[in-house]
C-alpha cells in the first residue's frame, strides 16, 4: 500500500512538470502572428483627403487613355497620301483631292484640305490658311492636358494638406490622453496622416508621367504636320517652277 502511495505522488510532480514544459514548449512554437494592414486599410484611414485624390486620379486616367487613343490615330501616317494628292493635282481634280483629304479624317489630311481649297490664292494666303487650321489642330490634341498638369502639381500638395490636418489630430490625441498618454497613441496617428503624402505622391507622380508622354506624341504629330505642310506647299510651287 505504501509502495502504491508513493508511486502516485511521485507521479503527480512528474505530470506537473510535463505539462508546464508542454505549455511552453507550445508557447515558443506558434508565436502571435504580426498584425497585417491591407492597401485598401489604409486607404481608409487616409481620411477625407482620399476621396478628391481618388477622383484626380480616375479623371487623369481617363484622359491618358482616351488621349493616348486619338493620339495614336493622328499619328497614322498614309505614305501614298501626298503621292495620290499630287497626282489629283496635277490632272486638275481638285475635288477628288478633297474628298481624299475627307475620307483620310487625320489632322495632316484636314490642313491639305484647307490648302486646297485655297488654291489660286497667293501663296502666303494658303499658308496662312493652313497654319491657323494647324493650330487648331494642335490645340484639339491637347485637350486635357491642363488636367494632367494640374493633377502632377496638386495631388502632391492634397496629401501634404492631409498629413497636416492627420498629425494635428494625432498630437490633439495625444494631450487628450493625459496621463494615458503613450508612444503608441502618436505613433498610429502619424502613420496615419503619412498615408496621404504617399497617396498624393504617387497619384501626382502618375500623373506628371501621363503628361510628359503625352506632351511628347503631341511634338510627334506636329513635326507631321509641319512636313505635310512644307510638302505641299513645294508641291503648289512645281508647276509654276516648271
Not at 106 to 127: F, H
Not at 144 to 172: D, E, K, Q, S, Y
Not at 193 to 217: D, E, K, M
Amino acid at each position: 500500500m505504501n509502495c502504491v502511495l508513493s508511486a502516485i505522488l511521485n507521479f503527480i510532480p512528474l505530470q506537473e512538470a510535463t505539462m508546464a514544459a508542454s505549455a511552453m514548449e507550445a508557447t515558443t512554437a506558434t508565436p502571435a502572428p504580426a498584425p497585417e494592414l491591407s492597401v485598401w486599410d489604409l486607404c481608409l484611414k487616409g481620411g477625407f483627403i482620399m476621396i478628391p485624390l481618388l477622383i484626380l486620379s480616375l479623371v487623369s486616367i481617363y484622359i491618358f487613355v482616351e488621349r493616348y487613343f486619338v493620339l495614336r490615330k493622328a499619328a497614322t501616317d498614309d505614305e501614298t497620301f501626298m503621292k495620290r494628292i499630287k497626282d489629283y493635282i496635277h490632272e486638275g481634280e481638285i475635288e477628288s483631292a478633297e474628298m481624299l483629304c475627307k475620307k483620310t479624317d487625320t489632322p495632316y489630311a484636314r490642313l491639305i484640305q484647307k490648302g486646297i481649297s485655297r488654291i489660286g490664292r497667293p501663296m502666303n494666303d494658303v499658308l496662312v490658311a493652313i497654319e491657323n487650321v494647324g493650330n487648331i489642330e494642335v490645340a484639339k490634341l491637347g485637350k486635357g492636358f491642363t488636367w494632367l498638369a494640374t493633377t502632377a502639381a496638386g495631388a502632391p500638395m492634397l496629401g501634404f494638406l492631409g498629413t497636416v490636418t492627420g498629425m494635428v489630430r494625432a498630437f490633439f490625441s495625444l494631450a487628450s490622453a493625459g496621463n494615458n498618454a503613450n508612444i503608441s497613441i502618436l505613433a498610429n496617428g502619424i502613420y496615419e496622416a503619412l498615408v496621404t503624402t504617399v497617396a498624393g505622391l504617387i497619384v501626382g507622380i502618375i500623373a506628371l508621367f501621363a503628361y510628359n508622354y503625352l506632351s511628347a506624341r503631341v511634338s510627334q504629330v506636329m513635326n507631321q504636320l509641319e512636313n505635310k505642310t512644307m510638302e505641299f506647299m513645294d508641291l503648289l510651287n512645281e508647276p509654276a517652277s516648271k
